[in-house]
């Protein structure tokens, strides 16, 4: 028998729920969002030569951090650095110590970096050294300008100047590198290589020749020339340039 007042059954069953309406905030865009398109068409428009450093490194944040305002993340990095050059020469985890700057980030900025040296490596592979000098100080610089401790790198070049070989021999200390004459001589040997060319950075930033460097290319060279390999030069690379031991008359 039904209670008075009918049966409640329906009080409980599932009825369609009402669409929520809009708030105001919700139908807003982020304010990111229009400032990301606009630096997108301004870098087609008018190319890279229109942004500004920190612009760019925002655009490079764009895919790494798609739901966040990139442009003070890049100023970050930029007062972290110094500049875009040594963002993306920083090590890894430093770039993850900027605040807001994560995993993804730091990661997809080292790619970028080792992009760009390997542009600058193509521009040389396989070309005469001696007539794309300009090149080869660029390649030099992409790779080892802004590394924290001293590498030693040779380019091994054939009889017609060609690049061989490009290889890291030693990595040292903040201001030493040990350097075995005899074993930069036998790799030579080794490819065939009847030239080489020798580069080490200074990772203090001033790319001036220290009393060791000097001695230690001297000794190379008077190694090698018996064997019939020449050195071209010695190039050391810091932040603030470069310096040529041939075009300082040292070697």
Same mark, same amino acid.
């Given at each position: #028998? =039904? ?14 729920? +009402?669409?929520?309406? +809009? ?7 982020? @304010?990111?969002?229009? @400032? ?10 008018? !190319?890279?030569?229109?942004? %500004?450093?920190? =612009?760019? $490194?925002?655009?490079? $944040?764009?895919? %790494?951090?798609?739901?966040? &305002? ?21 090590? =890894? ?9 994560? =995993?993804?980030?730091?990661?997809? $900025?080292? *790619? *970028? ?17 001696? /007539? ?41 200390? *903040? &201001? ?16 065939? %290589? ?10 203090? !930033? ?5 009393? /060791? ?7 190379? *060279? ?5 064997? !019939?390999?020449?050195?071209?030069? @010695?190039?050391?690379? !810091?932040?603030?340039?470069? /310096?040529? #031991?041939?075009?300082?008359? $040292?070697?």
């Amino acid at each position: #028998m =039904e209670e008075e007042g009918g049966d409640e059954r329906g009080f409980l069953a599932e009825r369609p729920l +009402k669409p929520l309406r +809009k708030t105001k905030a919700s139908e807003e865009k982020p @304010h990111y969002s229009g @400032h990301r398109q606009r630096l997108r068409e301004r870098f087609r428009a008018s !190319g890279p030569g229109a942004l %500004s450093d920190y =612009e760019v $490194l925002e655009m490079l $944040l764009f895919r %790494s951090i798609p739901r966040a &305002d990139t442009k003070e993340r890049a100023k970050a990095l930029l007062k972290r650095f110094g500049s875009l050059a040594e963002v993306l020469g920083a090590p =890894e985890h430093l770039i993850r110590e900027v605040p807001d700057i994560g =995993e993804a980030a730091a990661l997809d $900025l080292k *790619v *970028v970096a080792a992009a760009a040296q390997r542009m600058a490596r193509s521009a040389i592979q396989g070309s005469e050294i001696l /007539a794309s000098w300009t090149q080869v100080l660029d390649y030099c610089r992409a790779s080892m300008a802004f590394e924290q401790r001293e590498q030693f790198r040779i380019l091994f070049l054939d009889k017609k100047n060609a690049l061989i070989a490009d290889e890291v021999q030693q990595t040292g200390t *903040v &201001d030493h590198t040990p350097v075995y004459p005899r074993e930069v001589v036998r790799r030579a040997l080794e490819l065939s %290589s009847t030239a080489i060319i020798l580069v080490h950075n200074h990772p203090s !930033g001033d790319p001036t020749p220290s009393r /060791a460097d000097i001695e230690m290319t001297k000794t190379i *060279v008077n190694t090698a020339k018996p064997l !019939g390999i020449a050195v071209h030069d @010695h190039i050391i690379i !810091g932040k603030n340039g470069h /310096a040529s #031991m041939k075009g300082l008359l $040292l070697i």
